[in-house]
């Protein structure tokens, strides 16, 4: 299975990085242009970007973008494909899901990472290493996502944009599973999961902005958007909640060498 990896051209540590990753796992991938604020399709006060719970910073627009072209590239090629941003880092059990994964059907999207939050999990898979996901709350590092899912999330997207694992967790309508163990973090998770990051590659400040500079501007309008998603999440709960459990899922112990020994050092 091919991978997509989402890289702005600047972040030159983390693209060297994922290329050593990719290699040591002896993963076909391809790099896509990450989108910027400065190359959006609209400007970041157009209305369009206005529809999710709050008022949306130029990064994360961009960042939603970068992954709507990976889906768009996903639904033009006819077959699934592995997205992970360049922070992205994987275990030595990835080849093998995903040698099992591409010529299976019946899924839209498979999750492989954690972020330290519970997640609404239900019924193993009778044959792979996964669990039917019904909530998940963050996170779009690193997933598998085939033509169908990304014509359900571009068309999402496209009428109300938002965060893009935001967009990717209300997506409902999509058959999610996830990785069990998890099989990917995020730099950002090291310190979290007891790892040390293989590059000091800090987040774009960008992201780092607290929510008081965001209440500022959220309306009337974001604060209804955001009750409703709220009520929206404790519906699916209440639905699954005879076929599902909330908890928190296992990370895999299984890493590449540069991490793993830097995981025990």
């Known amino acids: 299975m091919r991978v997509i990896i989402i890289n702005i051209a600047e972040e030159t540590a983390r693209m060297s990085f994922q290329h050593t990753q990719m290699e040591s796992l002896g993963l076909d991938w391809e790099r896509l ?18 529809h999710w719970e709050r008022s949306m910073k130029s990064m994360e627009i961009a960042i939603l973008e970068s992954h709507c072209k990976a889906w768009k590239r996903v639904e033009n090629s006819g077959i699934p494909h592995l997205i992970i941003e360049d922070d992205a880092m994987l275990s030595t059990d990835v080849p093998r899901l995903l040698d099992k994964l591409e010529s299976e059907s019946g ?15 239900g019924r193993h898979h009778p044959n792979l290493p996964l669990r039917r996901l019904y909530q998940d709350r963050t996170g779009a590092g690193a997933y598998v996502l085939w033509p169908s899912g990304a014509r ?37 998770q090291c310190k979290t999961y007891s ?71």
């Not at 899924?107 to 999990?121: G, S, Y």
């Not at 944009?161 to 995020?186: H, N, R, S």
Request: aromatic residues 4%.
């Open 33 to 50: 242009e990450a989108v910027t604020p400065h190359t959006l399709s609209r400007p970041p006060d157009h209305m369009h970007w206005q």
């Open 107 to 121: 899924f839209d999207h498979v999750t492989l990472e954690v972020r330290n939050r519970k997640k609404l999990i």
């Open 152 to 188: 359900k999330l571009l068309k999402r997207a496209s009428a109300r944009p938002g965060l893009a694992d935001a967009v990717i967790c209300a997506a409902y309508e999509m058959e999610i599973w996830q990785a069990t163990p998890a099989l990917a973090i995020q730099m950002d």
């Open 195 to 265: 790892m040390i990051p293989p590059i000091n590659s800090p987040p774009p400040q960008t992201l780092q902005t607290q929510e008081e500079n965001l209440v500022l501007r959220s309306t009337i309008s974001h604060r209804i958007r955001r009750f409703l998603s709220q009520l929206r999440m404790g519906v699916r709960h209440l639905s699954k909640i005879a076929v599902s459990e909330r908890r928190h899922v296992s990370l895999s112990s299984s890493w590449p060498r540069q991490i793993h020994k830097q995981r025990n050092d």
